[in-house]
Structures are given as structure tokens and as C-alpha cells.
């Protein structure tokens, strides 16, 4: 009974350690007017299908994620963007991993949305983007909330994000290298508390790129209309006859 009890004590600090075994990764890529691309990857040892005595290992209180595309896209449902490239497979651990893309109009479009709303308010992601002053202030809000009694236990799990924003980065709490900025956090750091990652930058011209293009199209058009005009002028004048010489009339003879 004693061994046991020991056992069951051991599988029960294990739960408590593989709990929030999460890793999260977030790649994010602005465009001038708000719209632009996300990748998010994840995966959890806590759902890594590991069998006991006691039955499969449980997420406790770390917010349950979701390892097949079907439940991905549930999650997704209704909302106002594409959810692209899923990829299920497994780490070099052997725990569930999930890859997959999301295209949106407007970032703040993704709040409240599958992975930035789980359960409820277990993992919050929230964005914001003021374009109201001279830089464009990028904000992103995470709220983990989960019930580990050693936060500490969970230092070895990350998650990290990554900003490329349109334009160059003035302000930032991140690591900024040109106009991307890196965030980095061990888990037991986010664990109840809310993480606020900022960013200002220097806003490029909306759609500036394009009338660039736009403008060369035209000027390209203008050049060629020009070439072919002076050309078809010189053929014209090498073709053109010349005229001929005026005749000579003999002065009338006089009799006499």
C-alpha cells in the first residue's frame, strides 16, 4: 500500500509539471494599412497521448490547444480571415506540434479568435494598432492564466514572437533590429501576469509601393510611344520619293 501511495504521489507532482508544458511560436508581418500575415506554431508534452494508470496525462490548468486541423478550423469559424498551410506533426520529443497561417485585413481582426481566446480567458492575446500620431504604435496584450503551483518548474518552455513591421521601428520594449522586433519569454514569467509587447514605428506610405509601379508602367509606355513614333518618322522620310527634276523647255526657234 505504502509503494503505492508513493506512486501516486510521484504521478500526481508529474502532472503538475507537464501541466503547462507549452512551447508557442508567433511570426507576424505588417503591411502599411493594418492587413497582413500571421504563422503561429505550438506544441504541448501535456498532450502527447501519454498513458497511466491513471489514464491519459491532463492539461490541468494550462488552456487545452487543439492538434488536428478539423478542431483548428472549428475555431476559426466565421471569422473574417483565411487560415492557411495547416501542419500537424510532432516534435523531437515526440509531442503534438501545430504549424499553420492566418492572412487577415486588419490585425485587430484575430482577437477573440482560436489561439488569441482559449478557453474562456486561460490565454488571452489581444492587439491593438493606433495609426492616430506621427508613428504607428503596435500593442499586443498576452493574459496566461493557469494553476501551477511552481511557476518556476515551467523556465525551460517559451514563447517567443516576432514583428516585421512596415517601416522602422523607433520605440520598442523588444529587441529591434531595423523594422523587426523579437520578444522572447519563458513560460513561468507569463504564468498570471499580463505581458503588454509595444512597438512604434515610422509608417510607410499606404500603398506607396504600388503607385511606384504604376507611375514606372507608365513612364515605361510613354519611352516606347516616343522610340516607335521617331521611328516610324526616319522610315517615312528614307521612303519617300524624290522629286523629280523640272523639265527644260527649248526656247521656240525663230524663222529668219
Known amino acids: 500500500m505504502r509503494y503505492k501511495l508513493v506512486g501516486l504521489a510521484a504521478l500526481a507532482i508529474g502532472l503538475i509539471v507537464v501541466a503547462g508544458c507549452i512551447n508557442y511560436d508567433q511570426d507576424l508581418t505588417l503591411n502599411p494599412d493594418g492587413s497582413g500575415t500571421i504563422m503561429v506554431r505550438y506544441d504541448s508534452a501535456a498532450q502527447s497521448g501519454e ?6 496525462i491532463s492539461m490541468g490548468g494550462a488552456p487545452e490547444l487543439s492538434f488536428t486541423e478539423e478542431e483548428i478550423m472549428a475555431e476559426y469559424e466565421g471569422a473574417p480571415f483565411t487560415v492557411r498551410d495547416i501542419v500537424i506533426g510532432k516534435t523531437d520529443t ?38 492616430s500620431g506621427d508613428l504607428t504604435v503596435f500593442k499586443q496584450l498576452v493574459q496566461l492564466k493557469m494553476e ?31 523594422n523587426v522586433v523579437t520578444w522572447e519569454y519563458s513560460l513561468d514569467k507569463l504564468i498570471n501576469n499580463d505581458v503588454e509587447m509595444t512597438a512604434s514605428y515610422q509608417p510607410a506610405a499606404a500603398g506607396g509601393g504600388k503607385v511606384a ?34 523639265t527644260q523647255t527649248e526656247p521656240p526657234k525663230t524663222e529668219g
Not at 514583428?163 to 533590429?177: C, S
Not at 509601379?213 to 517615312?236: A, D, P, S
Open 51 to 56: 498513458e497511466s494508470e491513471e489514464g491519459s
Open 94 to 131: 515526440d509531442a503534438p506540434e501545430a504549424t499553420y497561417y492566418i492572412d487577415f485585413d486588419n490585425v485587430t481582426d484575430l482577437n477573440g479568435r482560436g489561439i488569441f481566446a482559449l478557453e474562456g480567458d486561460k490565454l488571452k492575446q489581444t492587439f491593438t494598432l493606433d495609426t
Open 148 to 178: 501551477v503551483e511552481d511557476p518556476s518548474s515551467l523556465s525551460d518552455y517559451k514563447f517567443t514572437y516576432k514583428l516585421t513591421a512596415p517601416g522602422e521601428v523607433k520605440e520598442t520594449n523588444g529587441t529591434a533590429e531595423g
Open 213 to 246: 509601379l504604376i507611375i514606372g508602367i507608365i513612364l515605361c509606355v510613354i519611352i516606347v510611344i516616343v522610340i516607335i513614333i521617331v521611328i516610324i518618322v526616319l522610315l517615312t522620310k528614307k521612303k519617300k520619293p524624290a522629286a523629280p527634276a523640272p
